[in-house]
């Protein structure tokens, strides 16, 4: 034993030179059908070092070693869940190890739970269709956000294949099952493991003359016939990606199904849902965000204790990017999307870019993704984009494996681009709320012989600082784009044009982050959604209707939903209202509103749509043909928050879209 112990403790100091993270040995026996879990785990503790580990409490730890000596857990609650406390030192002149045995039973994989449960789980899960040990679940000793490298040894029954962040150093047919050695060199945010009955595809990737990478997916049975079409793109992606920022910086990147509704990226994996996987969206969209992520998020890490930066930036170069890819009109339309996403959300859900850690509901996605993303375009904006692209690629090899912050990222464009940049990041990341713009006056100066326009902009509470582009149309049908400075409360600039002005549009390709009039949103169903005061109507009084309506409510609102008890449709809140076709169009008639789209009423076996009340709250509808049709379209709505309107044959949408909006027009006067 003492002879195995040292064997232990020099592999791990080699590993681990500077002891900043902790590394461990781990040997784990992983049984997911049955549920059972054993593990060993050997934690190098670098000389005076302290540490005080969380182990979830449904693990009894059946011996705990320090040097060689034993050492008693204690019991923690002072944590969101009841969990063991281990807690060590090691002497000021030298490292020991910290010996870890435990077993446990996992909690059942419930197939039923949604997208935002999952989101929530907190607990290590395992069925027949397989395991999922999240690093933020307890499963092994660590805590939150540290930084950790480890060599783990993975033992599953036959027919079952683990799969972890790191290389995969050695995987074989054992008389006990299957066994697979993972290695993270490489200090990672934390140990995910799944496993499941999973039939894996390989594809080496060539990325550059001296660079090869494992692609791999595992995948369930009935997915396989997809697997050669995610090793192209997930191959696409990572050469883009790698010739854009830098190299990749993982051995191996693994497309995993789970049977969750999931769709999570850790480092070198994407954890997609099966479902979500036979999409055929989805290789196209979320598979890039996926990928991507092992850039930004893990393999840059952010500093959640002033903001995650990641998401947005990967949403930006990622989701937005695929968008510049087929046009302006298609990134324009992503850019109208986010802001009215953002317009619904009410000022007590929003809070700093600087606060955002993670989403857990959809005002978060609105600030954490959306928001964020657009800064980084006004940002690219500003500097131009071969500053932009110069910074990105400094972030990356100046902190790859490391932490930054937003200043951080702010240090690296500045860089770039040669200019201070600190009042830009201090107004978009430290601040609530966006800028609300609007043309005060717009008049015709035709002195001295020229077409001359006067234009005074306004902004309400403390001042942006921001270029705001204007458009100009003419009186002989053309039009000139001008860009207004803003850096107090009222800016005045004035036009030279070639012609007589018409009138004026405001920022009318959405390029600055701001709060939308009224008039320039299109109600949307997230405007129904995110607000706290949201009420259900039941249209009708059928037993199981009302029993689905209430599900649906549960799913769709970020509370729970009380029933509308009022009269008048001016001074209700907004509405939820759900029924059947028949007794919907009753209430719709009852209290004046407009009816169904019948056009739309007429194809689809559901629909929902979102009006608003004239001069009022909006209203969501959703109807159905019959029970069934009600309760098919309702498991996905939770997913279709920036629609205006959604038509379903079944559980499946045939038509979507938004509301079309003019733009706002400034009148121009003499």
């Not at 590993?15 to 040997?27: D, G, K, M, S, V």
């Not at 910290?98 to 996992?106: D, I, M, R």
Request: glycine share 6%.
């Amino acid at each position: 034993m003492l002879r195995i112990l040292a064997a232990v403790v020099v592999s791990l100091t080699s590993a681990l030179a500077c002891a900043a993270p902790l590394h461990h040995e781990i040997n784990v026996a992983l049984d997911p059908a049955q549920r059972r879990l054993r593990v060993t785990d050997r934690i190098l503790l670098a000389p005076d070092r302290a540490v005080a580990l969380r182990l979830a409490a449904a693990f009894q730890p059946q011996r705990l070693l320090l040097d060689g000596r034993a050492i008693a857990p204690e019991r923690d609650v002072a944590g969101d869940a009841p969990a063991w406390l281990i807690k060590a030192r090691a002497p000021s002149d030298r490292a020991v190890v910290l010996e870890v045995h435990y077993a446990g039973e996992l909690q059942p994989l419930d197939l039923a739970l949604d997208h935002r449960q999952v989101l929530g789980l907190s607990r290590p899960v395992a069925g027949a269709e397989g395991a999922f040990l999240a690093a933020n679940t307890g499963w092994y000793p660590g805590s939150d956000h540290e930084l950790t490298t480890y060599r783990m040894k993975v033992i599953v029954p036959a027919g079952v294949r683990p799969v972890a962040s790191g290389r995969l150093i050695a995987e074989a047919v054992t008389a006990s099952g299957f066994e697979a050695i993972f290695e993270a060199r490489h200090p990672l945010p934390g140990i995910d493991l799944m496993a499941g009955p999973y039939t894996v595809t390989e594809r080496i990737v060539r990325l550059a003359a001296d660079r090869d990478v494992r692609v791999r997916t595992y995948f369930h049975a009935e997915l396989n016939e997809l697997a050669a079409d995610y090793l192209d793109s997930a191959a696409a992606y990572l050469r883009r990606y790698d010739a854009s920022i830098g190299p990749y910086a993982f051995a191996s990147y693994s497309v995993v199904s789970s049977p969750l509704p999931t769709g999570f990226g850790m480092p070198g994996i994407a954890y997609l849902g099966r479902q979500v996987i036979r999409l055929p969206f989805i290789r196209s969209t979320s598979l890039g965000h996926e990928v991507l992520h092992d850039w930004w998020g893990n393999g840059v890490y952010p500093d959640h204790a002033h903001g995650n930066w990641s998401e947005g930036l990967t949403t930006f170069l990622a989701d937005y990017a695929f968008k510049e890819d087929e046009g302006d009109e298609q990134a324009r339309a992503m850019r109208v999307a986010w802001l009215r996403d953002f317009a619904a959300v009410r000022a007590e859900d929003d809070r700093p870019l600087a606060a955002f850690v993670a989403r857990r509901h959809g005002a978060d996605q609105a600030v954490g993704y959306n928001k964020a993303a657009f800064v980084f375009f006004m940002l690219r904006e500003l500097i131009g984009a071969e500053p932009f692209r110069a910074g990105l690629r400094r972030l990356w090899a100046d902190h790859r494996f490391r932490v930054a912050s937003w200043d951080d990222l702010r240090r690296a464009f500045e860089a770039s681009a040669g200019r201070d940049l600190s009042t830009f990041f201090s107004q978009w990341i430290s601040r609530t709320g966006a800028p609300a713009i609007e043309v005060a006056s717009a008049r015709r100066d035709a002195s001295r012989d020229r077409h001359r326009l006067i234009v005074a902009l306004r902004q309400s509470g403390v001042p942006y600082q921001l270029n705001v582009p204007l458009r100009v149309h003419l009186e002989d049908g053309t039009s000139v784009d001008a860009l207004a400075r803003m850096s107090d409360v009222n800016a005045r600039v004035s036009l030279d044009l070639p012609a007589r002005a018409h009138w004026l549009a405001l920022d009318p390709d959405m390029r600055v982050f701001r709060r939308l009039t009224r008039d320039e949103i299109a109600p949307i169903l997230r405007e129904v959604m995110l607000d706290q005061r949201t009420v259900l109507v039941v249209a009708g009084t059928d037993a199981i209707i009302r029993g689905t309506a209430e599900a649906l409510a549960g799913a769709m609102l970020e509370h729970p939903a009380r029933q509308w008890q009022g009269a008048s449709i001016d001074a209700a809140p907004p509405l939820l209202i759900v029924g059947l076709h028949g007794e919907v169009a009753d209430f719709l008639a009852r209290h004046g509103l407009p009816p169904m789209p019948q056009a739309m009423l007429a194809r689809a076996t559901a629909l929902a749509y979102a009006r608003r009340v004239p001069a009022g709250n909006a209203y969501l509808v959703v109807s159905a043909r019959d029970p069934q049709a009600l309760g098919a379209a309702s498991r996905a709505l939770p997913h279709l928050g920036a629609q205006s309107f959604v038509a379903f044959d079944g559980p499946r949408s045939i038509e979507r879209g938004v509301w079309p909006v003019e733009p706002r027009r400034y009148a121009v006067t003499d």
